[in-house]
Nanobody, 126 residues
Framework: RVQLVESGGGSAQTGGSLRLSCAASGYSVTNNCMGWFRQTPGWQREGVAVIDIGGTTIYGESVRGRFTISKDNAKNILYLEMNNLKSEDTAMYYC????????????????????WGEGILVTISS
């Protein structure tokens, strides 16, 4: 059974930092496309970042230069380092995984990402 469990969310102030983790079981972060997505009530889901098998990363425009996606293959954990946080980063953040391609289309539509975590709340206040 595949499980993706997010942790590390919570509250921070604008300009601060948080690191999200996604522990995978029954699934390899090494050999699959992994990504982070976020959603706020009343808004569409937004692709934050994806990372492919080779470690190539793609970021959403709103987080580029501030967030970093990475993975620890030995621990089978996906990370999202979030710096210079803004109030508009407040959202539920979801970890996702899939065995297909891992390009811009995946970031924009989440196509092929078959597995999702339950999400974790990040709240940024001034």
């Amino acid at each position: 059974r595949v499980q993706l469990v997010e942790s590390g969310g919570g509250s921070a102030q604008t300009g601060g930092s948080l690191r999200l983790s996604c522990a995978a079981s029954g699934y390899s972060v090494t050999n699959n496309c992994m990504g982070w997505f976020r959603q706020t009530p009343g808004w569409q889901r937004e692709g934050v970042a994806v990372i492919d098998i080779g470690g190539t990363t793609i970021y959403g425009e709103s987080v580029r230069g501030r967030f970093t996606i990475s993975k620890d293959n030995a621990k089978n954990i996906l990370y999202l380092e979030m710096n210079n946080l803004k109030s508009e980063d407040t959202a539920m953040y979801y970890c996702a995984a899939g065995g297909g391609s891992c390009g811009t289309n995946v970031l924009q539509t989440a196509v092929g990402l078959d597995y999702w975590g339950e999400g974790i709340l990040v709240t940024i206040s001034s």
